[in-house]
């Protein structure tokens, strides 16, 4: 049964939610990539455009 | 404090999208020479355009080498004139303002984008580099013949422009 089974103590920095950091990671570039593409793709290549 | 290793790494990545959303504007500003649509145009008395020293006579005017100014009236549910002719290579000004209710001013498939506002003069400075032909469209509801208003730009050839009036 699940409360006879033995539990282990870690400390802080031993808990390491790589698949977190996995998501955010995938996240985080596709947010970069799409603000390039938005910005530099669409926006700044959409010339002509406001000078003045 | 702790902070976990990851959590800093979370931190730090958030802070650089902060500084890289600001820091591409910025180029973008400085870099690029993008400028947003000012109230540098001034008013105008939108009750007697045609009394006006500007919008009395919308046109195309040379004001310097490569230089040209274009003087846009929209009305319910046209632009005048139409169509504007200017040469490539050149840098254009454009003075537009409205004889009647709120309309837009849009290049189609360019960031050359404005709103047009009775009594508002919209100023929008624009590099015409290369000979093309774009269409004007309305982009704010201004009424039932909305969908019809349009109006053509036309970027000729440098050597094919025959001046203010063709």
């Given at each position: 049964m699940a409360t006879d089974r033995e539990m282990e103590e870690i400390g802080h920095d031993e808990f390491d939610p790589v698949g977190t950091l996995t998501l955010i990671t995938v996240y985080f570039l596709i947010l970069v990539g799409m603000w390039v593409l938005t910005y530099f793709v669409e926006f700044l290549g959409n010339g002509p455009t406001v000078v003045g | 404090m702790n902070v976990h290793t990851y959590e800093k790494i979370w931190l730090v990545a958030s802070l650089f999208l902060i500084v890289g959303f600001i820091a591409t504007v910025v180029y973008g500003a400085a870099g690029a020479g993008i400028a947003m649509v000012d109230a540098s145009g001034g008013t105008v008395d939108s009750t007697s355009l045609s009394e006006?020293?500007?919008?009395?006579e919308p046109g195309v005017e040379r004001v310097g080498d490569g230089e040209y100014e274009v003087t846009v009236v929209a009305r319910q549910f046209m632009?005048?004139?139409?169509?504007i002719r200017v040469p490539a290579d050149s840098r254009v000004t454009f003075y537009v303002t409205s004889a009647d209710v709120i309309h837009g001013f849009q290049v189609v498939g360019t960031n050359v984008n404005t709103m047009v506002i009775p009594g508002q003069v919209a100023k929008i400075t624009v590099d015409f580099d290369e000979p093309a032909e774009y269409g004007i469209i309305c982009?704010?509801?201004?009424?039932?013949?909305h969908h019809d208003m349009e109006g053509k730009l036309v970027v000729v050839p440098e050597d094919e422009y025959g001046g203010d009036d063709a």
């Open positions: - | 006006n020293e500007r919008f009395g632009y005048q004139p139409d169509p982009n704010e509801y201004c009424g039932q013949g």
